[in-house]
């Protein structure tokens, strides 16, 4: 029986991902593999070493003996990590982790995959190969059977096998040995590799690099902070399970927001909120082609839906439930658990995902770009959504920042609800259809008049995050970004000095910091930051807000990457990672605030 573990290590979010759209791992400075979950975004974390197992194991580990130091990067404009490790005599290894993705047989090769190059480039290094997956979050060990030269692991929900030209033995013991040459190892299906790892990593590794460099290319990327940008690009891009085109909100479950806490969350799922806003800020740069697969995702997942309320989020092959439980096996990541598996934001009704439907399919109308571009048919599966909008825009909910003890008007909400139904009116406007315009105009006009009534707090001097209420949340910072209010109104501007002064600290937003279910939040919201930079530059205050923004850029991690929240006091990452949200945040504020590439030059 594997012992248990006698102590916690101690994590941190300075991480890379690699992945390609069917899997997707988080590889430390080490270079171990400490999340993955296999085969999809949302199965069981077979290596889950970063939430701190009970049992010895979750991790893929290239250990190298009295290792001293280390240094790690991403290869230029891909998906592909490179990491460096230097032991204390001189000695020094390189390994390179990627999931291969290319085209291949005309069509895209994207397996369930991980492709490992560990090469010596110094002295005589000595190395041990840990490859210690677990079931059922952390429960037990997964089975393990050898053959001549590959490794056999039954996991919880798939069977995968390593292939590698290091003796089986080597491996299954764990055993060190001096790596005195290339040693290659590929983690995927139960299949035969018809090749040599050495040779099919050799072209695949080719071929990947090829791949994302090419995606890159065609991206329409800002003059300045062009590294951030693509960086958070093909982040973004590893966040679509390409299967289906749902878009997770994170690859990870259970990072606290903070310290202690127990905002713990699982975010492997695809909220269409969230979803939305990386089509909006892919569609930016140019890559229309992740709105497409997600728009394919969205149109099945309503097909059936008739006029019933739409829930916030679906796992991402569509599974309308996801209750949640916990993982006891897990100690959490720090120790800190609880562990989360399910969210159960599924039972809330949070209304303004209506008009995140409708402004995620909108470009789809106007991109003369897109192959398949929208037509009155896809326009009359919209107005589906448009009547929804306008049924609930002032009912209840919990808003977007998902509070489980309370309800109200939120003014966000209502907002996006006026924007479905002003989308639908240019949508008409553009396909001919004149009394559907008309329409559509009409209602969204009704709406704002009746969302600035019963959102403006004339006695405070700014809008407020609810109807009839007196408290600020970031999501008002919204209200110029979807059309709803002119950025140079004397009523926008007065709000966003307001959230500035309320929920600021230094250079970090607060969502609110009105207490909810779990006491007054403890940290920072990265995107809420980056909607406060945009809208400093959108109401006139463009140089401090770049001051802002470079000053964020620092925050990252040393691979570009951004968890969902920081700690003001410290610059700590928290929550689920790499967030979504906060790669939008940046996409979106650069291309703001850059320069045009016709002045740079």
């Not at 916690?8 to 991902?17: K, M």
């Not at 190059?117 to 429960?139: H, M, Q, S």
């Not at 720090?334 to 159960?344: E, K, Q, S």
Request: glycine share 8%.
């Amino acid at each position: 029986m594997t012992p248990a573990r006698t102590e916690t290590p101690q994590h941190d979010l300075e991480l890379g991902v690699v992945g390609n759209g069917s899997i997707a791992a988080l590889i430390d400075r080490d270079a171990r593999v400490v999340w993955a979950c296999l085969p999809t975004f949302d199965s069981d974390a077979s290596f889950c070493a970063l939430l701190s197992p009970r049992h010895e194991g979750g991790d893929w580990t290239i250990e190298l003996q009295d290792h001293e130091r280390t240094e790690q990067w991403y290869e230029t404009n891909t998906a592909v990590l490179v990491t460096r490790l230097y032991d204390r005599h001189g000695g020094a290894i390189e390994v390179t982790d990627f999931a291969p993705r290319y085209r291949a047989r005309g069509r895209l090769f994207h397996p369930v995959m991980l492709a490992r190059r560990v090469r010596p480039i110094a002295g005589a290094p000595r190395i041990r190969v840990l490859l210690r997956p677990l079931c059922d979050y952390g429960a037990e060990p997964a089975l393990a059977t050898s053959g001549s030269n590959h490794l056999r692991y039954r996991l919880s929900d798939t069977t995968v096998r390593l292939t590698s030209d290091v003796p089986v033995p080597m491996i299954q013991r764990a055993l060190p040995f001096g790596l005195d040459r290339p040693a290659h190892f590929v983690l995927g299906p139960d299949e035969t590799l018809d090749e040599s790892p050495a040779d099919f990593i050799a072209l695949a590794l080719h071929r990947t690099q090829e791949y994302w460099r090419d995606w890159v290319r065609y991206l329409s990327i800002p003059y300045e902070w062009q590294d951030a940008v693509i960086r958070a690009a093909i982040t973004l891009k590893l966040c679509q399970y390409e299967a289906t085109g749902a878009i997770v909100a994170a690859l990870t479950t259970s990072i606290p927001e903070a310290a202690g806490t127990e905002r713990n969350w699982d975010y492997r799922f695809c909220w269409l909120r969230d979803a939305a806003f990386t089509v909006r800020a892919l569609n930016r740069l140019g890559a229309t082609r992740t709105m497409e697969n997600y728009l394919r995702y969205v149109f099945n997942l309503v097909a059936d839906h008739g006029d019933s309320e739409i829930g916030p989020v679906f796992g991402i092959t569509f599974e309308r439930e996801l209750h949640e439980r916990t993982a006891g096996a897990l100690a959490g990541y720090r120790g800190m658990g609880p562990v989360r598996i399910g969210n159960d934001a599924w039972r809330q009704r949070q209304n303004d995902v209506y008009g995140s439907l409708v402004l995620a399919s909108a470009q789809l109308f106007f991109d003369r770009r897109i192959e398949h571009r929208g037509d009155a048919r896809m326009f009359e599966r919209l107005e589906q959504m448009g009547r929804l909008a306008l049924r609930m825009a002032e009912q209840p909910d919990a808003g977007l920042w998902e509070f489980r003890g309370r309800a109200a008007v939120h003014t966000y909400s209502a907002a996006m609800c006026w924007a479905a139904c002003d989308r639908l009116a240019h949508i008409a406007t553009e396909l001919g259809l004149d009394e559907r315009a008309r329409h559509w105009h009409d209602e969204a006009t009704a709406l704002r008049a009746r969302i600035l009534a019963q959102s403006w707090n004339a006695r405070l001097g700014h809008f407020v995050d609810a109807y009839g209420g007196e408290h600020l949340d970031a999501s008002l910072l919204l209200l110029a970004d979807i059309g709803f209010i002119d950025a140079m109104d004397p009523r926008f501007v007065a709000t966003v000095d307001a959230v500035g002064r309320v929920l600021g600290r230094g250079d970090h937003l607060f969502r609110y910091i009105a207490p909810d279910d779990f006491g007054a939040p403890e940290t920072s919201f990265n995107i809420c930051t980056f909607w406060y930079i945009e809208a400093r530059a959108a109401t006139g205050r463009r140089e401090r807000a770049r001051a802002m923004f470079e000053r964020m850029l620092a925050q990252r991690n040393a691979l570009g990457l951004l968890s969902e929240d920081i700690a003001p006091a410290t610059g700590e990452h928290w929550g689920n990672f790499p967030q979504t949200y906060s790669m939008v945040g940046l996409i979106q504020a650069a291309m703001r605030l850059s320069r045009r590439w016709e002045d740079a030059l």
